[in-house]
């Protein structure tokens, strides 16, 4: 496996859990809850504190990732260099200015140059970016960019649709409100026709992404 830059992409490879995790994010919610001038002590919210701190911790669990494990033996060498697309990778995501999550679905795609990786791993990586503190352009290039230091393949695409809670639920509520972002890589960016491909590719066997 090549070696990978862990600091670039913020992963921590093994879980910190500092004792003090649980309670200083029990005593955040506590006082959030005390803020709005509900009562922390009452039935229903007297663990709530408690249910966001483990909430949390999985929902932002990409920061803490084996990648060793994660790829995990599914690294090949093949002479092989068609296009590889997984499409419809489902994910959830928080958007890091307001804490809310973007769900959606990203399409990941590469012309391998002598290596591949198990079809199962792409959505795995998908998920490690997702549960973090993100924007959406920041999480498709970090996808595309770790594909392309684990496979130095030819190529690489990845795009993401997805909705936003904080859009949906603040403000002027719009209901339509959808976002695109895609990055290009190698064959991907130099050769339209490849790039047209995969884009064919993702428009035709997938509805808009619709929440
Ligand atoms: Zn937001």
Same mark, same amino acid.
């Given at each position: ?43 229903? *919210? ?25 790829? /995990?033996?599914? *690294? ?23 804490? *809310? ?89 130099? /050769? ?20």
């Amino acid at each position: 496996m090549p070696e990978i830059d862990l600091a670039k992409y913020q992963i921590i490879e093994k879980k910190p859990k500092p004792p003090e995790y649980y309670a200083k994010v029990e005593s955040a919610v506590e006082s959030i809850l005390e803020a709005f001038g509900d009562d922390p002590q009452r039935e229903g *919210l007297k663990n709530t504190p408690k249910r966001v701190a483990r909430m949390y911790e999985e929902l932002l669990g990409g920061y803490c990732t084996d990648v060793d494990r994660l790829v /995990n033996d599914a *690294l090949f060498n093949v002479e092989y260099d068609e296009m590889v697309v997984v499409r419809d990778v489902e994910f959830y995501s928080l958007c890091e200015h307001h804490m *809310l999550p973007f769900i959606g679905r990203a399409h990941v795609a590469y012309i391998p140059k002598g290596k591949v990786i198990g079809l199962s791993k792409i959505p795995r990586i998908v998920d490690m970016f997702a549960r973090r503190l993100q924007v959406q352009e920041r999480m498709t290039r970090q996808i595309a960019d770790f594909v392309g230091d684990l496979l130095e393949p030819q190529g690489v695409a990845v795009v993401i649709e997805a909705v936003h809670l904080c859009a949906r639920m603040r403000g002027v509520k719009n209901h339509d409100v959808g976002m695109t972002t895609s990055t290009m890589e190698g064959s991907f960016r130099t /050769n339209p026709a490849t790039r047209q491909e995969f884009l064919d590719n993702i428009s035709r066997t997938s509805a808009p992404f619709r929440l």
